[in-house]
């Protein structure tokens, strides 16, 4: 007997209706928070429970597709303002991004683990990769002269995050944003560096 081929490219449709799926978990998981269910997901795509279910069978198989996916985009985000803003702009444009992810992943925090590090491959391997990306733009910032080489990218992560987490009042992005300004103006450099 044959074993079909596991990483068979997805038709059109299919396609099409994963995309639907991830675009509405985002926002249902950040209306919902904890308490978002995946029958919620399934009709802000328009599809049925059983198209969910075939492309994320489990629970954390969706989140983690999620999670991913703004990873991917974070990512992708940095090469683009650091070629279109000035390294200290960039640097705090994406950190609100960051702060984004964190709040429309609120109802995903345990499964994700996005706030610490944990022996999950998924958040090792995401963590790295938002650590590395965070590096090449605080290199840019030190190697510009706009910011001390005093906080390691994945301290000024961990900060970031945590600021996120520790937040109960609904308007906690603004606060946090108010935080992030503070903190890079604590690494600006003096003039006699």
Request: with cysteine; charged share 25%; proline share 4%.
């Amino acid at each position: 007997m044959t074993k079909p081929h596991l990483h068979r490219p997805l038709r059109a449709d299919a396609r099409r209706n994963r995309e639907r799926l991830l675009a509405a978990a985002r926002t249902v998981f950040a209306a919902d928070g904890a308490n978002a269910s995946l029958q919620g997901v399934a009709r802000e795509a328009g599809v049925g429970i059983g198209t969910l279910y075939r492309h994320f069978p489990a629970r954390e198989m969706l989140y983690t597709a999620v999670y991913e996916q703004e990873v991917d985009h974070l990512v992708t985000m940095a090469g683009s303002l650091a070629e279109a803003h000035e390294p200290v702009a960039a640097l705090r444009e994406w950190l609100q991004a960051l702060v984004a992810l964190v709040a429309t992943k609120t109802g995903m925090i345990s499964a994700l683990a996005i706030s610490a590090e944990t022996k999950s491959a998924v958040s090792r391997a995401t963590s790295e990769r938002l650590i590395t990306t965070l590096g090449g733009l605080l290199d840019r910032c030190v190697a510009h002269r706009s910011l001390r080489d005093a906080l390691a990218p994945r301290e000024l992560l961990h900060a970031v995050v945590g600021m996120c987490l520790i937040q109960d009042v609904p308007d906690w992005q603004v606060r946090v944003a108010t935080m992030i300004d503070v903190l890079i103006d604590g690494l600006r450099s003096s003039p006699r560096d």
